[in-house]
């Protein structure tokens, strides 16, 4: 059964920093791998999806990378803004349950002023 | 271009009502999935509809709930007898028809938010 593991799970940084998110998962046999940004009381915004024969994807400041053989993806955020504080998720879809996105539980990024 | 459309964004219900929430997908997309994400938890998997077919009902428990994406209108979760514990934000997402379902990524509604009183 696959699981989707997010490390921290709260992060606080100044403005301006660069930063990583972290995103692991146990079964490294995924199709893709797609990044998510929530707000409070919203839904998720979709920032990247990456197919498992990508090592990356870019969009403006993100970047987010995949090693699938290691189960793990990062994102991450360059030149940090306040606007920037979120819930990030990341979630997988897997052979057998495909229909699926597992989802981990998100890091909670705080951007101070 | 409107995305996934969910309503109502605020649904409260006593204890024994039904709970009807409703989603729109984008246009052009005919694959819906319902989510549900609890206090403190996250999202998880309830069911996957493509028009008028229940694909994968896997994640949604075997009483009460029901789901249903008809040919013409949007897709529906039905909660009937509700209770406390069903109070939760569900989120609906769709994605299209091109390719391989399973290569295209999900976009998702900014939800219902029930409570159950």
Redesign the interface.
Known sequence: KQEVTQIPAALSVPEGENLVLNCSFTDSAI??L?W?RQDP??????LL?I?SSQREQTSGRLNASLDKSSGRSTLYIAASQPGDSATY?C?V?TPGS?????????TQLTVLP | NAG?M?NPRHLVRRRGQEARLRCSPMKGHSHV?W?RQLPE?????MV?LQKENI??E??MPKERFSAEFPKEGPSILRIQQVVRGDSAAY?C?SSSQTGN???S???????T?LTVT
């Open positions: 199709y893709n797609q998510f009381g919203k839904g998720l915004t979709s999806l197919q998720l979630a879809r495909a229909r699926q996105l597992t989802f981990g539980s998100g | 996934v969910q999935y989510y938890e996250g999202l998880k998997f996957y694909i994968d896997s994640g989120f997402a379902y399973y290569n990524p999900l976009h998702f509604g900014n939800g938010r």
